[in-house]
């Protein structure tokens, strides 16, 4: 009862201190402005980690007390605010913040909350300030659309209170709830056409908050190798989007502290979601490794362990391809003439990953085998004839799908003579599998079984992965077809312009603006307009017939003519 009481009290508070910052912020006009690096379009109230404070404080104080660690987390909490706050009203100069988060993070080193993983401390200490300063701006960059941080920190404090009440950590469990509540209360003006931004105030608490619940977690669990990675799959989604959008902006050359529209939620509006569905299937994702954290720790086994995350994680980076094959920055793209992503956007590469990806199912099918021969726990000889075959089959059965021609086509181009090449190919790898097992072990002592049931699980996992894929990718992209998806094309960046469009034509989904001058668009430049139109599937032109050259004119007729584009002049 004391949870659901915390956690109704942290909401209430939340909730409504969010409303009065709203009315305050607005009546003393402490809002975000609209920015070209921002994502929002309207000057919006940016204090809403106020709220999310206070719900925290008021519950975290009354249940700290008299708790080492809860007391620690608490003044840490306490310090991360106010640099948050500052920032949010002065503007702290980036080095200046980064400074303070070290600061803060050795702070909790010092009162001994810290991971301990390695019997070197400095390493322990090296990796606990890297955590907390690394979650704490995970969740900070990821704040970047409406509704999106609060709901995928919303999930890893559920899911951390879920893991502490299978570990019997109680009173951890309670705290986990409490950062729920709070962000829970706030949620409640965050979605789509925010009343109110978390702000770094509530971004960068967040993270320490989650980032000290995990090193919680860990040093009061038994250390294994799986207590010690359920925490970072609980934050798979920020880890991968700081990830993502560092590499893509260092291959640019841009700083990784600026603002953008570049980050993965990004992407897939311009996919063609809305901004309520991006938030929708990155909280889905982020549930979904929280799905595989639970599975593998109930499971408990560790080789079982590697191949899921890896698989897991192995996903995640197909969806870096995909969305990368979208490039949504043409203009920077073209200006320092590099590729917008080096995973992205290049045959050789996907086939280097479909590749990769049959290693791990090739191995994960013949382990599956053995543990469906056997027993789950495989005793020390199956586990030796295990891995000492393990080399012998990945070559042998590599060497067969690469010589009957499996890697000619990447995944999402397979068809029926695709599937039908994979059976014979596995199939042939299976008979010649045998060969191999003879060359490394005694082939008698093989069991016979465990060939038979691995050719069948590797049938399934590599005709389903394909499948599943082209499937994924045509679900995708029929949806973005069906959406009637268009530009604006007009030297006027008026969002009131653009409001009107929307209104008066609710049957299409309209993406930007495209004009001739390099500052007023705020998707691209008419000179790289049929590139944009491909990459976006776009069917339809919106033109400003009053504000653009007979020029453009000119090449937006000429792409019609050509591309069975359909253009709409307005005024």
Known sequence: MESISLFILSLTISTLITAFIIKVSQKHNILETVRDDRWHKTPTPKLGGVAIFAGIFFCLYYYSFGNYELSALFMAIIMIFCLGVYDDIHGV??????????????????VDVKLRYFNLDILNIL??????IGISNAFNLLDNIDGLSGTIALVSSFSLSVFFLFTGQDGLMIVSLILAGSISGFLFFNFKNAKIFMGDSGSLMIGLFISVLG????????ATVINLLIPVLLVAIPIFDTTFVTVARSIRGISIMQGGRDHISHRLIYLGFSDTKAVVVLGVLSIFFTAVAIVTY???????????????????????????????????????????????????????????????????SLYLANVIRFSWTLDPHIQFEFLNSLTWIIVIKLTVFYSMGIYTKVWEYVDKEGIILLIKSISLSALLMIGGI????????YSRSVIIIDWFLLLI???????????????????????NRTFIVSNRFDE???????????????????SEDDNYHNIGVVENIEHLLKSHYVESLFVDSMGITAKTKEIINH?????????????
């Open 438 to 445: 003879t060359m490394t072990i005694n082939f008698v002592n």
């Open 496 to 514: 009131k312009t653009f409001s009107q469009l929307e209104k008066k034509n609710k049957n299409y989904r309209f993406l930007g603006i495209i």
């Open 127 to 132: 990796l606990s300030v890297f955590w907390v």
């Open 93 to 110: 100069n980036p080095q200046v913040k980064f400074i303070s988060q070290v600061a803060i993070a050795l702070f909790l080193v010092a």
């Open 215 to 222: 090193i919680f977690y860990t040093n009061h669990s038994e």
């Open 298 to 364: 109930f499971i408990g086994n560790n080789i079982f362990l590697f191949f899921v995350i890896l698989g897991a994680f192995l996903l995640l980076y197909q969806f870096a391809i995909f969305l990368c094959d979208r490039e949504v920055e043409v203009k920077e793209y073209a200006e320092n003439k590099v590729k917008p992503l080096i995973v992205g956007g290049n045959v050789k590469r996907k086939k280097i990953i479909e590749i990769f990806t049959d290693i791990i199912l090739i191995s994960f």
């Open 461 to 483: 996992f590599m005709i389903g992965s394909r499948v599943l894929l082209r499937t994924i990718r045509k679900f995708i992209i029929d949806i973005m077809l069906r959406q």
């Open 559 to 571: 792409l019609a003519n050509n591309n069975r584009l359909k253009v709409v002049y307005f005024e």
